[in-house]
Structure formats: structure tokens, C-alpha cells
């Protein structure tokens, strides 16, 4: 049985002209120094940031590597409130939805003397506009809200959270892991240039888009200063000190160069038919319209089933999905994200998401949707 998968969201495979653009540079010399093996290393660190930069549509020195995503958030927050531990802006806003590497930066920033705060979302995992404008004041530091949610795919309003932030004084900080190199809806622009938004501080990561895992960048806008938290010998403008990972940093530019060149298809969507095959069968789609999340989200729960119990009868019937962020994988606990959403205990355990690739095909899309009703029939089945 061939396997089908549908965890993109996760992590997408390494693109093959990633791994052999990677290859070269696995003994590279160290960057920083100065003999010829050391320029070499430089000068390919160089033309990735400039691939990056372009990309995002920024300045070359506001492009910042880093390990992932992870990394990247917790340097925006943390490294923006050591920054300003002087300040009399002592509140930082973080939307309730957001992944968890923004979450749970929240005891550190309490012990630094913030008091953090987190804000509602709708039914979709959005920011509550009003609630953010009630809320915010001159003593706001710093909000975080995400580009587009990891688990259900929505997108926040996000130049109108800037303008709010903005209006108060405060910083913004955008996680766009899961829309850095993708088409994005309503907009034309098949790689859309994101540091064109309204944000101050913006994260990306390499895995989300068939580079390798544990490479990530941040964009800094000019004259936003940050404290490294992690000192070293001055790499990353004196912003992110260690060596920096040569070739997991040409595999992301490699990355970036490959979904820029892609061309995207007016053909059917297969997660449209994969949807639709499985709202037919019973299944409870968590947002209204396909049109406003992420054309590779499809985010469902099926009434009075667990979301463990069906990931792990959809992966012996050869169908790679999950519950949500990757880093809550096993845990039994409810989607914290459909908590936020209003969802009760027992139906925040039922979410299941499949998120599709670009190679993702529409018999891989009919054959999932095939094995994942026969899957919730035996469970409910056997449930009865």
C-alpha cells in the first residue's frame, strides 16, 4: 500500500534540488573566517540572504538566520523585552491561537517583569479586532498574532493588528511559518513579499517549504533593535551569535529559489476534493469557507471520535495526518487552538488535520479521502 502524506503543515519533504544544492557545502569552511575556505562560506551566506531578502521583499541586513521558527519567535519577544527592560511599556499582547513557541515564551517574559496577556479569537482562530483595540494602550511593548493559523489554516487580519499596534506605539510580531513561500488567498502573487506588511519583527522556517529542518531567518525592520539571546562571536550582525549552519542556510535559499520559480495551477485543488468527499461522509469541516484559509489546510473533526484514535488508524491504513502542531504529537491533551476557538474539552480532542503539498495529486487527494471515511466508519462502528 503506498503511502500518502498529508502533514505538511509539519514538516514538507526536502526538495531533491535542496539536497543537492545542501551537498556541496556539508564541510564548508567557518564563515567568519578570514582564509579562503572561510570567504567561500561567506560568499554563499551572502547570495542566500540576498535570495531570502528578495523574497520577502526586505533590506539584506534585515534578514537574520536562525535555527527555525522556534528560535526566531522566541528572539522577537524575549530579545524585544531584554531590550527594553527600562521602558515604562510593560504589557505584551499575544494572540491565544498562536503556536506554541510563542505561547510558552509567556513565563519567561512574566520573569523579565511583562505582564502578558492573551488575546480572544473567533470561532476561526482569528484575532478579535475590537477586543485588541480595548484593550491596547501606551503601555503595550510588543503584540504577537500569526500570519496564518498552523492548525486550521485562517489567516489574521493582519495589516489592521499592525495599524492598531502601531497606533499605540507598540511593535508587531508576525509568525509566518505557514505562509512564507506560499500563494496566499485574494492575492495573485504566487510568492507574495511579506515584510511588505505592516510588521516590525517577522519569522520564517525552512521545513515548511521543502528546505531543511533547522534553518529559519527573521526579519528585523530597520532601526528595531533586539538582544541576542544567544551570545557568541558577532555572527548575525551581533544579534545571534554561533557559526552559522552553511548548508542548511543554501538549502533554504535553495528552497526559496524552487517555490519562487513554481508556477502555480488553475486546475481543481485536491484538498477541495478531499473536503468535500469527507463533509459528505460526515465529517464537520471547523471553517466555513475554503476561500479564506490556506489552499493546502484542510481542518475537520469528526463528531464523538478522538483525534488520536483516527491518527493512528489512518497511519496503519498508510495516511500521514495529524492533530495540529507537530510539537504536541502523543499528547492527549485538547487543541489549544479550538479551546480558543470556543470549542469544548471533548470536541477540541477531535480535530484532524491534513495539509497538502504542491506535488500533492488529486488521486492521492481521492484515495486519502477514500481510506480516511473507511477509517471513521470502523471507528464509529466499533464505538456503537
Known sequence: MRRI?????????????????MLPWLDAGN????????RKAK????????????ALGCLFAEVLFTSGGTEGANLALIGAAIQNLDASRTRILISSAE?????????????LGYTVELLPVDGEARVDLDFLSQTLDDRVLLV???????????????TEIAERAHGHGALYHCDAVQTFGKK?????????KLTRLPVDLLTVSAHKLGGPKGTGAIFIRAGVKLKPLIAGGGQEREVRGGTENVSGIVGFAAAVRAATARKTSDSVNPRDVFLSSLVEAGFVPTVESRETTLSGHAHLRLPGVDAETMLIRLDREGVSASSGSACSSG??????VLLACGYSAAESKEGLRFTF????????????????????????????
Open 5 to 21: 502524506y498529508l502533514d505538511h503543515a509539519a514538516t514538507s519533504p526536502l526538495l531533491p534540488e535542496v539536497r543537492e544544492a
Open 99 to 111: 503556536h506554541h513557541c510563542v505561547l510558552q515564551s509567556g513565563p519567561a517574559l512574566e520573569a
Open 331 to 336: 499528547s492527549v491533551e485538547p487543541s489549544h
Open 144 to 158: 504577537s498574532a500569526m500570519h496564518a493559523n498552523n492548525e486550521l489554516g485562517t489567516l489574521n487580519a493582519v
Open 31 to 38: 564563515p567568519s573566517s578570514l582564509h579562503a575556505e572561510g
Open 184 to 192: 496566499l488567498p485574494g492575492l495573485d502573487d504566487p510568492f507574495p
Open 357 to 384: 503539498g504542491f506535488e500533492t495529486s488529486l488521486a492521492e487527494a481521492e484515495e486519502a479521502a477514500r481510506r480516511t471515511i473507511l477509517v471513521g466508519q470502523q471507528v464509529k462502528a466499533q464505538r456503537s
Open 43 to 54: 560568499a554563499v551566506l551572502d547570495e542566500a540572504r540576498e535570495t531570502l531578502s528578495d
